[in-house]
């Protein structure tokens, strides 16, 4: 499954990233490539919590890149 998430750098340094599909799926790390391998944890964890819990599971995004000539 694919799910678009949101980086950030705050003041001290730290990455931060949040999955703006599962409301409240959040983490962070110290580089951008830790604060990725976090989220894809957190992600995983709160999918198997949806499943538990018999609650929707958000779908999947599909993206395309197109080329535009200008």
Known sequence: MKYRITIEQ??????????PSLPGCISQGKTRQ????NIQDAL??????LKIHNEPIPPSIEEEIIEVSV
């Open 10 to 19: 705050d003041e001290d340094g730290i990455f931060i990233v949040q999955c």
């Open 34 to 37: 830790e604060a990725i391998l």
């Open 44 to 49: 995983k964890g709160y999918i198997e919590s």
